[in-house]
């Protein structure tokens, strides 16, 4: 069973660039989430998809950050324009209904 | 609002010692608990799944215990070996995935 796929797995910017991630779930997973690391932290929730449509996004900084996930498969997740503070490993995870699968990750460095 | 804690945030033992990993959460409605393994840099691996209804689980030197009552789970790793090296995090999983801030492991040669 092919895992969560995310790409790409390193990128810097510079601050007020954007940039975006990709995650691919598993196929079947009906749940997707995003997560954002920094370094020493545990995981936070930005964003929880349950097909196409957005569970929780309370944690999600809207003014900055945009998540879609297309035809229920797929994710972007977009950051626009990005600050020094959003420097990070992005996660993406699915679930087929309370077990969850990660991907490797997304490093982010903003300079 | 589920919050998940990890005690301690970092623990550093000798090679063959047995370490015992702590996880507290305040909400016991939960499906599951689940414990992973990160190691730096890289994503998260699942170690075990322990359902609502179960107590514990085993695999191969690892055995993880759930007490829904008292908002609690161990994670018990037999014998420890420099490779076990890593930070270890559990998440409680309810109406969403919550995590603990993780648990910073180091087996000393």
């Known amino acids: 069973e092919a895992g969560v796929a995310q790409s790409p797995r390193y990128k810097i910017i510079e601050k007020r660039q954007s940039v975006a991630f990709w995650c691919n779930p598993i196929?079947?997973?009906?749940?997707l989430y995003w997560y954002q690391q920094i370094l020493g932290q545990g995981p936070k929730l930005l964003i929880q998809f349950q097909n196409n449509g957005v569970v929780d996004d309370s944690q999600l900084p809207k003014d900055r950050f945009s998540a879609e996930r297309l035809k229920g498969v797929d994710s972007t997740l977009k950051i626009q324009p990005a600050k020094l503070e959003d420097s990070a490993v992005y996660l993406c995870a699915s679930s087929p209904s309370t077990e969850a699968f990660f991907g490797q990750g997304t490093r982010l460095t903003v300079v | 609002k589920q919050e998940v804690t990890q005690i301690p945030a970092a623990l550093s033992v000798p090679e063959g010692e047995n370490l015992v990993l702590n996880c507290s959460f305040t909400d016991s409605a939960i499906y599951n608990l689940q414990w992973f393994r990160q190691d730096p840099g890289k994503g998260l691996t699942s170690l075990l799944l322990?359902?609502?209804?179960?107590r514990e689980q085993t695999s191969g030197r690892l055995n993880a215990s759930l007490d829904k009552s008292s908002g609690r789970s161990t994670l018990y790793i037999a014998a420890s070996q420099p490779g076990d090296s890593a930070t270890y995090l559990c998440v409680a999983a309810g109406n969403k995935l919550t995590f603990g801030g993780g648990t910073r492991v180091l087996v000393k040669p």
């Open positions: 322990i359902q609502s209804s179960q």
């Open positions: 196929s079947g997973h009906a749940t």
